[in-house]
């Protein structure tokens, strides 16, 4: 990562790390998911409400968690809001991608600028930070799904 971009980087973090987006609980017709990362203790709780069609209608976290770990969820929320659960799935496959460093992006427009936090790949533990946010967000929609409302998910997974 050369200078400039890892300014960005860290300006990125600490905004949404700061301020996060979507921040908050949805009380009622929300599939709702309890996340932890065993490793450091942190935790989220994600809050997505599904139209009828099955688009994200509206989605929130909270929970405490690292400055990554926080600014991921955030930028999440961001990108997937409105958006048709077919594609915050194949989003969240692609970020998966990028922080792990493993499999093709599909999609590298749709990830914007989520691709600065590319460089957690270096960073085993980091992953887990990146990821807590939308793995909750891959349960979530699995649950719809099924027709859940409540559950939870580990980084031991
Ligand atoms: Fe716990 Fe990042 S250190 S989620």
Redesign the pocket.
Known sequence: MNDELRELYQQVILDHSRKPRNHGEITEGAVHVHGD?P????EIDLYVKFAADGKIEDIKFSGS?????QASASMMTLKVKGKPRADAESLSQDFRTIVTGEGTVKNEDALGELQLLEGVQHFP??V??AM?GWRALEQAIQMRAAGGSEGTTS?ED
């Open positions: 990362n490793s450091c203790g942190d968690g690292c400055a990554i770990s533990q980091r887990k930070c807590l980084s």
